[in-house]
């Protein structure tokens, strides 16, 4: 069916607010990956999850930083108390198997800023 | 700490021109290295290598994996203006991804 899809496509927020962003994976893709891209920087792998459970959350940036996956489907990605250091484009991916070493299909992004 | 380091930064090139982008990676429990092509927001999957010496090619790119040394490369012949992009790899360990900072590639005609 359709591909990845992630909403909102903008976020402008200010500092201090709580944000949620959300991520629609491919139908039947077990593996969902969330990432973060800042400006002029690489991709910063955040967490990723097989069904609803992620092996290792070490990759968050902080504890502000939470996600979850229920019905192996549906995704979120929460950060509260935003601080401008956050305002980056947080990309999803989905894949078919459950391991790394899958081709990934990524969404269009959701562009965060906090003023 | 997991690093994958890219090089060059930055390249242009005339179209026809051959090109070969590098990477290089440190990455505990090494399982898989994956080069992605980026041109605006979203990355699209190029290669999963897995196996060294082994070459996989898609038309007119291709890319090798060197498990003793830890790197891998990427080549692009006959460049096209099309192929302007960010190109970035990525070391596969147990549960994380570690991504270069990727290669700017600028096709000129």
């Known amino acids: 069916g359709a591909g990845v899809s992630q909403s909102p496509s903008n976020k402008v927020t200010e500092k201090g607010k709580d944000v949620e962003l959300r991520c629609d994976p491919i139908?039947?893709?077990?593996?969902l990956y969330w990432y973060r891209q800042s400006l002029g920087q690489g991709l910063e792998f955040l967490i990723y999850?097989?069904?609803?459970?992620?092996?290792?959350k070490s990759g968050l940036p902080s504890d502000r930083f939470s996600a979850e996956r229920t019905g192996g489907s549906v995704s979120t990605l929460t950060i509260q108390r935003t601080q401008q250091e956050d305002s980056a484009v947080y990309l999803c991916?989905?894949?078919?198997?459950?391991?790394?070493?899958?081709?990934?299909?990524f969404g269009p992004g959701t562009r965060l800023t906090v003023l | 700490e997991d690093k994958v380091v890219q090089s060059p930064l930055s390249l242009v090139v005339h179209e026809g021109d051959t090109v070969t982008l590098n990477c290089s990676y440190e990455?505990?429990?090494?399982?898989?290295l994956l080069w992605y092509k980026q041109e605006k927001k979203a990355p699209t999957f190029l290669f999963m290598l897995t196996s060294s010496g082994i070459e996989k090619k898609s038309g007119r790119l291709s890319s090798i994996l060197d498990k003793k040394e830890l790197f891998s490369i990427l080549n692009i012949t006959a460049t096209q203006t099309g192929d302007s992009a960010v190109y970035l790899c990525?070391?596969?360990?147990?549960?994380?991804?570690?991504f270069g900072k990727g290669t700017k590639l600028s096709v000129i005609p």
């Open positions: 990525a070391g596969a360990g147990s549960y994380q991804l570690t």
């Open positions: 999850f097989q069904g609803n459970s992620a092996p290792d």
């Open positions: 991916a989905s894949s078919l198997a459950g391991t790394l070493e899958t081709s990934q299909y």
């Open positions: 139908s039947g893709h077990t593996a």
């Open positions: 990455v505990t429990n090494f399982r898989s």
